[in-house]
């Protein structure tokens, strides 16, 4: 009987635990945060190398290239900046926001859109690998004609580093610019 007893206030205390962090969890995911002073670094360098590194995976399974869109760039932007402030990594925002409204709050027409996130890897190579080896791929290798990529770090967070890529398809939209080079021995 006392062995029953034990029992259950195990199970109880365990249940208890496990709701209060689920609850924590779903507060910080529905907390609005104010991202104005947002301690972290968004490199255009890093965007392009992401993008070339995208096109190569892509060429490499004859697949066209695609190119960025100014447009879905913003909308990458606007979330990996509110993933490194909260340092919580979702492809839902922490004003609830999906990857669709935030490519529609960004002015794009699009028909379809996808979204890889990471937080665990420090450059693109590494980033990119991952992606390849999950349900990622997917995305990295759909039927999308434009992207956005945004990377940034932040030091004051346990990730540190956080990469959002926007894939899309729009036929009212057009390529930044203007549309990439389609000779494959530039991507490889």
Known sequence: MVAIMQ??????????ATFNAVSKATNLQQAHRDLSDTTYSQTDELATALLARVN?????????VICSNK???????RHVKDQSKSDFMSDFGTDDSTPEKRV????YKW???????????????????WWMKTQSRENLLGNFTMIGSAYAYNENTSSKYFWVQV????????CDGHKPAMDVRACL
């Open 7 to 16: 029992s259950s206030t195990v199970l109880l205390l365990t249940l208890g």
């Open 56 to 64: 190569k995976e892509r060429v490499a399974h004859g697949l066209p």
């Open 71 to 77: 447009k879905l760039q913003a909308a990458a932007q």
């Open 104 to 107: 529609a709050d960004a002015g």
């Open 111 to 129: 028909e379809r859109v996808a979204e890889n996130i990471d937080s665990t890897n420090a450059d693109v190579d590494a980033v990119v690998d």
């Open 167 to 174: 894939y899309a398809t729009g036929s009212l939209e057009e």
